[in-house]
């Protein structure tokens, strides 16, 4: 394996395992949040609030894995 191979892959690597684990969370954050809100209608407004905050975290992960593959690549 060629260091030029490494230089392609590593980036592609990082972008698809550092985009993979946020997606799977922000499925299961929205799919336990509907269920709080189903069991529990009344509590709404607070489950969304803390959801909305839950898959913004979760998403910076991903805005992260990107800005490593993008240093991986060009430095």
Known sequence: MDI???KTWGPALAIAVGTMIPAFSIGW???KG????GRNPEAAPRIQTAMILAIA???AIAI???VV???????
């Open 57 to 59: 975290f979760a998403e």
């Open 4 to 6: 030029e191979m490494v």
């Open 34 to 37: 509907l269920e709080a809100i």
């Open 69 to 75: 593959a993008l240093v991986l690549k060009f430095v």
């Open 64 to 66: 992260y894995a990107l």
């Open 29 to 31: 954050i929205g799919a």
